[in-house]
């Protein structure tokens, strides 16, 4: 067993805020897909691990990174194969792996622009990789950016207490007046919630700019994941409004996600087929 496969968390798809290579695609691209996720599951694995040092993190990070080029990390060799394969630019990847170096070197964020310039390396390339394998025109890309960071960010608010907790780290930006060391309490304060509050506002900004992303995608499929994965979005910014994530559920449970899934997948699609 690697080391890196010992700071595995064991999560997998299925328990992502939202689908991951979902049954909606069609074949040929669920694989490239899983495998840019797996590769993206192990780094991120090692980058939040709250036992491994900094500098074995680092370490593993770079050999996932040579397994990009050659011989390293089996997650990343086997996703390297497949964009050989497809002549995908490995950009996306080696961006991802940028913003796991940055999750262990950066625990604090001092303005938004700073936290949108790590979505650009955490978030961004993920959408990008996505729209390449499905051969989508990069015109498509800014809605694309805009709803991959909406995505990040929501799941930074969702987590904010356990990063805090167990990692030491800050994405909520320093210019908030977010006092971190309320992170830690069982309750949110007044205060944090106003700002929690603010943020959520700001990332419905970004989930505006993508409101249209769905209808730019040629692929019916694709455009309807798009679109179940826009109204998850806003449904979780709805909880994140309404509850306090240091002591609430402010993610979806299954049955929930799955009626809504559908009740945007299947007008989609008949949309498109149509």
């Keep these: 067993m690697s080391e890196a496969a010992e700071l595995a968390s064991g999560k997998g798809p299925m328990d992502e805020n939202f689908p991951v290579a ?35 993190k680092l370490d593993l990070l770079a050999r996932m990174r040579v397994g990009l080029d050659g011989e390293g990390a089996p997650e990343a060799m086997a996703l390297s194969e497949i964009m050989a394969e497809r002549r995908i630019d ?13 999750d262990v070197t950066v625990k604090r964020y001092a303005n938004w622009d700073e936290l949108i310039a790590y979505c650009r390396l955490s978030a961004m390339p993920v959408g990008r ?23 990040q960010i929501i799941n930074h608010l969702q987590d904010c207490g356990s ?15 977010v006092k971190v060391e309320e992170l830690g309490g069982t309750r949110a304060t007044p205060a944090l919630r106003a700002i929690l509050t603010a ?19 040629r692929d019916r ?8 994965i826009q109204r998850l979005a806003i449904g979780l910014c709805d909880r994140l ?34």
Aim: proline fraction near 5%.
């Design 241 to 274: 409004e309404k509850h306090d994530p240091l002591s609430e559920r402010v993610h979806h449970r299954k049955l929930e996600a799955l009626l809504l899934s559908l009740s945007v997948a299947v007008p989609a699609l008949l949309r498109r087929a149509a």
């Design 129 to 151: 990789f996505v729209l390449d394998v499905q051969g989508e025109r990069h015109e498509t890309w800014p809605a694309s950016d805009a709803l991959c960071s909406a995505l």
């Design 199 to 217: 943020l959520v506002e700001r990332t419905r900004e970004l989930l505006n700019q993508s409101a249209g992303f769905s209808a730019q995608i």
């Design 163 to 177: 990063d805090f907790r167990l990692l030491d780290r800050v994405y909520i930006p320093l210019e908030t007046g």
């Design 221 to 228: 499929r694709l455009a309807a994941e798009v679109a179940v």
């Design 90 to 102: 490995p950009i996306h990847a080696h961006e991802l792996l940028d913003a796991f170096v940055r």
């Design 22 to 56: 979902s049954l909606l695609l069609r074949p040929e691209h669920r694989r490239p897909i899983l495998a840019f996720y797996r590769f993206a599951r192990a780094a991120d694995d090692i980058a939040d691990n709250a036992e491994a040092a900094a500098e074995t």
